[in-house]
């Protein structure tokens, strides 16, 4: 998987070259940073699960579903008022929300005419794609701050949020790879539940882990009024240490409430109840990949979600 890496970055990279070395700058300062390419990852290994070499085709795919991804980081940081993101400056502290709102249309824009370059069904699906990303958010901003949030908000936020970019990802690396449509239809509900598995672990760790490991304050969440799935199972209990819960939240936090709240999520079942979720969706995975030929590749897409899982029980400093 070493050279796919390194295809990937380079091809992220070119993507955003353009005749302004200014804009040039801007768009390419996360690809810079670094990460995961979880998404790229996904696309070549769907392109990869009958065996072949992944193509060029497929590995632009799963950069087109990279680039959207960034583009939604450089709008959430200039939401968010973000000041650091992969450990360099966000794009919005460093340039301004002005510039970072236009490199964010920017990647958005180069997504979508990458995707146009492979045919129209993986444009219509990248299309619709960024709208359930946007579905999401707004399902997400407007309980911000809400103790009352239900469950199934949080599930159809992460779903559009997160999730459908996972499950784009897989479905679009498959398409371009021109598998049968029963392997598309499997890699497709593959990611969908790894992106799920993927966003609870994130949500958890921002309770469990250290600031350190973070690189951001622990509970920056609940600072931020967003109340994910280990929060709102703690509210659900209906103890007494729910109720000291509530009456933190619901308004903005200072850091000895946050910590405050942090003690009782922690303290209490929620954290393993939103672990018993996230495993749910690790078996919906595990059963996607019954459906895949067996292989490395299958083998290796079987493992991910319960690993990410174990990250959450056992997370490394």
Known sequence: MRSDRERIEAAMRASVVTSDAYLTEIASHLIVAGGKRLRPVLAVAAGQVDGATATDDVVRGGVACELVHLGSLYHDDVMDE????????????KWGNLQAILAGDFLLARA??????????????????????CEGQIEELRHTYDPARSEASYLAS????????????????????????????????????????????????????????????????????????????????GTAAADELASLLGRPLDAAERDKALAIVRSNDGIAQAVEVANRYVATAEAACDRLPDGRVAEALRAAPAAAVASVLSPTP
Do not use: C
């Open 112 to 133: 979508s005419e990458i995707a146009a370059s492979l045919g129209t069904e993986v444009a219509g699906l990248l299309a619709r794609t960024i709208g359930w990303l």
């Open 158 to 237: 992460i779903h559009g949020k997160t999730a459908s970019l996972f499950g784009t990802a897989a479905r679009i690396g498959g398409l371009v790879a021109e598998l049968d449509v029963p392997l598309v239809e499997a890699l497709t509900d593959y990611g969908h539940a790894y992106g799920m598995v993927f966003q609870i672990v994130d949500d958890l760790l921002d309770v469990t882990a250290t600031d350190e490991q973070l690189g951001k304050p622990a509970g920056h969440d609940m600072e931020e009024g967003v109340y994910t799935l280990p929060v709102l199972r703690t509210l659900a209990l």
């Open 82 to 93: 973000a000041e650091t993101r992969r450990g360099v400056e966000t794009v919005n502290a």
